[in-house]
């Protein structure tokens, strides 16, 4: 197997979605388009293989049945999950467990994540962080609904990265597309949902209870996270993120690049631009909105052309 794994994945309505998916080649169901879930083995929305000896098997059925490919790995789901988001809208303001409390109160990883903005309206702002102090301020400010003094607000832009721990209060605004690495786990809990109703009239759920138990006290304890950048003669690559759970990557290829593995397996977002993916003397295309992983077989690998790319590795 010294093949990259090519995808086709799932793509998600929700109140807050768009239609700015569109520009990555998906073919939108409606201008509801929240998610497109590009490299996933998540039970809710699962992606197939697209290309080679394993295409129509479903990520999660391969990563059972040849974990070979995943340096034999034994974590017992494939722990990540690699979505472009489109909110056109404010998502919920939301919090994730950790581990611990996600495996004893929902049968699942917990949820530490972290995105890169791909564009940002003038304006565009997300919530990272709270105000309170304590658990008791922060349950007595939830109930007086005082969100404009507990939510920490923060404009973006276009190529900023932020990191974002199981425990951390936050929400993607509106006029924002990002990239977003996670662990495989689907479980939110939701603090405030603007008072917003679906075309049905219902509110969302919210879930106070878990938020006061999972948020992270003081709330602006907050990742220190620097960006470092080494420039090579085809290529920028840049480390965003080395976290407990996944490390991620910015490569920008203006020319090409020779790789060589430096982590169990590698996946890997194509944003912009195309060129070619080279691995043992095979060419393949790739082109924005193109997602792949390169299995631990693969060893080294060469990328030509003018792209931009996100890529993410488990740590384990
Ligand atoms: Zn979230």
């Given at each position: 197997?010294?093949?990259?794994?090519?995808?086709?994945s799932?793509?998600?309505?929700k109140?807050?979605?768009?239609?700015?998916l569109?520009?990555?080649?998906?073919d939108?169901?409606?201008?509801k388009?929240g998610?497109?879930w590009?490299?996933?083995a998540?039970?809710?929305?699962?992606?197939?293989i697209?290309?080679?000896?394993?295409?129509?098997?479903?990520?999660?059925?391969l990563?059972?049945e040849?974990?070979?490919l995943?340096?034999?790995?034994?974590?017992?789901?494939?722990?990540?999950?690699t979505?472009?988001?489109?909110a056109?809208d404010?998502?919920?303001?939301?919090?994730?467990?950790?581990?611990?409390?996600g495996?004893?109160?929902?049968?699942?990883?917990g949820?530490?994540?972290?995105?890169?903005?791909i564009s940002?309206?003038?304006?565009?702002?997300?919530?990272y962080?709270?105000?309170?102090?304590?658990r008791?301020?922060?349950?007595?400010m939830i109930?007086d609904?005082n969100?404009?003094?507990?939510l920490t607000k923060?404009?973006?832009?276009?190529?900023?990265f932020?990191?974002?721990p199981s425990?951390?209060m936050h929400?993607?605004?509106?006029g924002?597309v990002?990239?977003e690495?996670?662990q495989?786990?689907?479980?939110?809990?939701?603090?405030?949902?603007?008072?917003?109703r679906?075309?049905?009239g219902n509110?969302?759920?919210l879930?106070?209870q878990?938020s006061?138990d999972?948020?992270?006290?003081?709330g602006?304890?907050l990742?220190?996270?620097?960006?470092?950048t080494?420039?090579?003669e085809?290529?920028?690559l840049s480390?965003?993120?080395?976290?407990e759970?996944?490390?991620?990557?910015?490569?920008?290829?203006?020319?090409s690049?020779?790789f060589?593995?430096?982590a169990?397996?590698t996946l890997?977002?194509v944003l912009?631009g195309?060129g070619e993916?080279?691995?043992?003397?095979?060419s393949?295309k790739?082109k924005k909105?193109n997602?792949?992983?390169?299995?631990s077989t693969v060893e080294n690998w060469?990328i030509s052309?003018?792209?931009?790319m996100?890529a993410?590795n488990p740590t384990?």
């Amino acid at each position: 197997m010294n093949q990259a794994l090519f995808l086709n994945s799932v793509l998600q309505e929700k109140i807050w979605g768009g239609d700015h998916l569109k520009a990555y080649g998906y073919d939108l169901p409606s201008d509801k388009v929240g998610e497109y879930w590009a490299i996933s083995a998540h039970p809710h929305g699962v992606s197939t293989i697209a290309n080679g000896e394993f295409k129509g098997m479903t990520l999660d059925k391969l990563y059972a049945e040849h974990r070979e490919l995943f340096g034999d790995s034994e974590e017992t789901v494939f722990p990540l999950l690699t979505k472009i988001l489109d909110a056109n809208d404010w998502l919920s303001v939301q919090v994730h467990p950790d581990n611990a409390y996600g495996a004893k109160h929902e049968g699942e990883l917990g949820k530490t994540e972290c995105w890169y903005i791909i564009s940002a309206e003038p304006g565009a702002e997300i919530v990272y962080g709270h105000t309170a102090k304590s658990r008791q301020e922060l349950a007595q400010m939830i109930e007086d609904g005082n969100w404009d003094d507990l939510l920490t607000k923060v404009p973006v832009k276009a190529g900023q990265f932020y990191h974002v721990p199981s425990g951390t209060m936050h929400a993607v605004g509106a006029g924002i597309v990002i990239l977003e690495t996670q662990q495989s786990s689907d479980t939110t809990y939701r603090v405030y949902d603007f008072d917003r109703r679906d075309k049905e009239g219902n509110l969302r759920e919210l879930h106070i209870q878990q938020s006061i138990d999972v948020l992270t006290i003081p709330g602006d304890k907050l990742p220190d996270n620097k960006v470092v950048t080494e420039k090579f003669e085809g290529a920028d690559l840049s480390t965003l993120v080395k976290s407990e759970f996944f490390d991620v990557f910015k490569w920008v290829i203006n020319g090409s690049h020779d790789f060589t593995k430096n982590a169990i397996y590698t996946l890997v977002s194509v944003l912009e631009g195309e060129g070619e993916l080279e691995i043992e003397g095979q060419s393949v295309k790739i082109k924005k909105g193109n997602h792949f992983i390169l299995p631990s077989t693969v060893e080294n690998w060469r990328i030509s052309g003018h792209l931009e790319m996100i890529a993410s590795n488990p740590t384990k």
